[in-house]
């Protein structure tokens, strides 16, 4: 770890204003600092700013400060009622420890677990643009088989951003350009020829708030995943379900993100679009499956992911409409 300069802004422009990283629970951006994956000269603690509620909306909907802790968060009692997806999710992930110190707009941010990215005597086209890629040839078995390119396979490693996908969450941004609002769809980019800018954020961006819309009424929401082992682990697959039947069963509402497969939180529309006016029999979730990873591209490691993937969405759908 280099040495750098500590600053503890007191207000948002002030913040904005300084030309270093951000810093708030720590809970990424100190590993990466200790690996010397990122060597940021200068500290924002951003923990002063006055971004921590978790306020209901008079829309029905919900405001998420950037600051909330995910275990406050996820313990919300008006979050575990209306989006049971987010407090599934956030718990799913990491460990009591770190979901007590991670916050929302860190985990929007987190970085991948590569091993390539995270080790810096490998080429990493999202580390070092224009070095290459060594996941491709190499060890990948965790790795993405949507949405990556010929420069990046890396996986977005968050749970919380696969359920705020299925969700519809809105981004709110403030920076020297003044304020704005990104829907979460449009706030992750794909890596293309440009693996290292994963987000549309633009310097001295600082997140302020996530808002949910108000929870349909009669819908139901889950959040599944499959990894390794049953802790502290990051997903091979996961999928968070959104979805709402009309009397006779058919689904009316439906929405579907992928996690654990995809270089973003992945929003499998093809799979709601398949299933919108259906049934939820076996070969209707099958079939939207399939539909959801058919532009998946396997690599050396990781083929099985596909399948996973597939039962994964399948289980999440069948325990969602079966509750």
């Not at 970085?111 to 040839?137: E, H, V």
């Not at 819908?219 to 995943?225: M, V």
């Not at 058919?294 to 969602?320: D, G, V, W, Y």
């Amino acid at each position: 770890m280099e040495l750098f300069e500590l600053i503890t802004p007191a207000t948002h422009p002030d913040a904005i204003h300084t030309q270093g990283a951000f810093i708030a629970g720590g809970t990424n951006l100190i590993d990466l600092m200790k690996l010397n994956v990122e060597r940021p000269t200068q500290l924002v603690d951003i923990n002063t700013l006055p971004l921590a509620a978790i306020e209901p909306l008079a829309n029905g909907g919900l405001k998420i400060g950037a600051l909330a802790r995910n275990a406050d968060v996820a313990h919300h009692p008006f979050v575990q009622q209306h989006y049971a997806v987010l407090s599934e999710a956030i718990l799913a992930g990491a460990s009591a420890q770190l979901r007590n110190m991670a916050t929302t707009s860190g985990n929007l941010l987190q970085k991948t677990r590569c091993l390539y990215f995270r080790d810096t005597a490998s080429p990493c086209n999202k580390r070092t643009p224009g070095s290459g890629c060594a996941a491709i040839a190499g060890v990948n078995r965790s790795l993405a088989v949507l949405g990556t390119s010929e420069h990046c396979i890396a996986t977005n490693p968050s749970d919380q951003n696969v359920a705020l996908a299925a969700l519809e969450a809105t981004i709110h941004i403030t920076g020297a350009h003044g304020d704005r609002s990104v829907p979460i769809a449009d706030f992750y980019l794909l890596p293309g020829n440009t693996p290292h800018k994963e987000t549309v954020l633009e310097p001295g961006d600082l997140i302020t708030a996530v808002t949910l819309p108000a929870p349909r009424p009669n819908t139901r929401s889950l959040y599944l995943k499959l990894r390794d082992r049953a802790s502290y682990e990051f997903a091979l697959a996961s999928a968070a379900v959104v979805v709402g039947q009309n009397a006779s069963g058919h689904i009316d509402h439906i929405r579907i993100a992928l996690g654990g497969v995809g270089t973003r939180p992945w929003r499998a529309v093809e799979a709601e679009q398949h299933l919108l006016g259906k049934a939820p029999t076996a070969a209707n979730l099958r079939a939207a499956a399939e539909s959801a990873l058919a532009s998946a591209k396997p690599h050396s490691q990781n083929a099985f992911k596909i399948e996973l993937a597939k039962r994964c969405l399948t289980h999440a759908i069948t325990q969602a409409t079966s509750a």
